[in-house]
């Protein structure tokens, strides 16, 4: 699948995603981004960014075409008739409703006021895309500043790369030309930029990860915490300690290229490459926590509960970034089973996954300080924090994140820390994983073969 197409018509397969077809079948992303100018924008400016959405969609024929889904087949199919009629839409609207009432909403859109909802771009839940464009951008005027609604069909965001659009429409709004080339593939773009290119330009990204202290805390409030202390959505303790405490248990590990073709082809059953590294690092994770006699941790084992944030089959996947898992294998069948069976056991039950390359973190993580401070920052499986960070601060890891996001995962009376990070680099580039363990589970698994044999801990 190509990043964009410069041919007009034709059909354009886009890349096969895991996880439950018929849960994700319907899925769509809709993001809330707070502009900071807290007035009006002058009325040529919204004129321009008008003209610059509709110049850079114009760069992607692909994204003038109808939305097909057969079986496990996602395509879109671009004609001179649908062309006319699908074109990417841009639309303006004033609202009473402040930014602050959205902020207070944790930008949930099951919770945004009843204004903004009535013209969010949403998508029958069950019904035909046929008539819908691919691309849906609402400008909202409120009394505080303005904001916009980014509604993007979710497998288009995965086939096309939700992160290259956006940045194509705002370097069009200040240079007035296009970052990338329009007909090149993920890892040809990925290779060019490692090669000639230190960082996008413009980048407000790389500003607020700059901006990040370089010392982490290794305690909060004076005093070291309890490996099991809980923390959920209930959490009393500000977000900012919760963020700090989870930081003292991040690990960073790689899955090489190399180690990834040995995975497949250690795999005595077909299944995606992601699904059987997402699969491994479970069962892994699983045994790791059975070494403790009658560990509560086990709890898990039969039917992992996510949080009340998890969207199963909701019209709407909003850039929460969530990633419930639901294995049905017992204890024994999961540590016994092979890794493809897994992976084919957590498919089948899984609802959101994604398996975008975004290239601004590929450049990103090129770049060790920033490198350094990413681990520590979007380690976080704080609801909040998660909710807040993926929406206002970082929009691109609203849609990478939402195959092992740093999602927290609860079983009362307490939060097992899972998964933070996968970090596909690109198409051939391999897996940066983030994991929130207790040290004594990362000590187990340091010295697990079954996981080593694939995945180089980092630190």
């Given at each position: ?67 097909q ?70 400008m909202?005027?409120h009394?505080?500043?303005?904001g ?35 007909d ?31 010392v ?83 709890m ?49 039950n899984?609802?959101?996954v ?5 290239l ?32 206002s601060?970082?929009p ?37 994983i ?19 044999r694939?995945?180089?801990v980092?630190?």
């Amino acid at each position: 699948m190509t990043v964009a197409s410069t041919v007009p018509n034709g059909v354009h397969e886009l890349t096969v995603l895991d996880g439950n077809q018929s849960n994700r079948a319907n899925l769509q992303f809709v993001f809330f981004y707070q502009t900071e100018d807290k007035g009006n924008i002058r009325q040529q400016m919204s004129v321009r960014m008008r003209m610059a959405f509709y110049e850079a969609m114009s760069h992607y024929p692909i994204l003038y075409g109808e939305l097909q889904r057969q079986d496990e087949a996602v395509r879109i199919v671009v004609s001179d008739d649908s062309q006319n009629k699908l074109k990417p839409r841009y639309d303006e609207y004033n609202v009473t409703e402040r930014v602050a009432d959205i902020a207070a909403a944790q930008y949930n859109w099951a919770l945004w006021p009843k204004e903004l909802l009535s013209v969010c771009p949403v998508r029958p839940p069950y019904g035909s895309t046929a008539e819908l464009p691919l691309v849906h951008v609402v400008m909202t005027w409120h009394p505080d500043g303005m904001g916009f609604l980014v509604s993007i069909d979710h497998s288009v965001a995965d086939g096309v790369g939700l992160g290259t659009l956006l940045n194509q429409w705002a370097s069009i709004m200040r240079e007035g030309q296009i970052l990338l080339p329009v007909d090149a593939d993920h890892a040809a773009v990925y290779q060019d930029l490692v090669s000639s290119v230190k960082e996008l330009q413009g980048g407000w990204f790389y500003d607020y990860v700059d901006s990040l202290p370089e010392v982490v805390p290794t305690a909060v409030v004076g005093k070291e915490l309890d490996e099991n202390t809980a923390i959920s959505d209930m959490d009393p303790r500000a977000p900012q300690q919760v963020e700090m405490a989870l930081r003292q248990n991040t690990h960073a590990m790689r899955v090489t290229p190399e180690a990834m073709q040995r995975l497949l082809d250690d795999s005595p059953q077909p299944a995606s490459a992601i699904r059987l590294a997402y699969a491994l690092m479970w069962q892994r994770y699983i045994a790791a926590m059975s070494t403790s006699a009658n560990s509560p941790e086990q709890m898990c084992l039969v039917n992992v509960i996510h949080s009340s944030r998890h969207l199963v089959d909701r019209p709407c996947y909003i850039g929460n970034a969530v990633c419930p898992v639901y294995s049905q294998l017992a204890l024994d069948d999961l540590l016994a089973s092979p890794i493809s069976a897994v992976a084919n056991d957590i498919g089948q039950n899984m609802h959101a996954v994604t398996g975008s390359q975004w290239l601004a973190f590929a450049q990103m993580i090129n770049d060790p300080v920033r490198q350094a401070k990413f681990y520590t920052v979007f380690a976080n499986p704080s609801a909040l924090q998660l909710t807040i960070s993926n929406v206002s601060r970082v929009p691109y890891f609203g849609v990478d994140f939402g195959f092992g996001a740093p999602s927290h995962i609860t079983l009362y009376p307490m939060v097992i820390p899972g998964f933070a990070v996968w970090l596909p680099l690109s198409s051939e580039g391999g897996l940066h994983i983030l994991w929130n363990l207790p040290e004594h589970v990362f000590n187990v698994l340091k010295q697990d073969s079954h996981l080593t044999r694939y995945v180089e801990v980092l630190f």
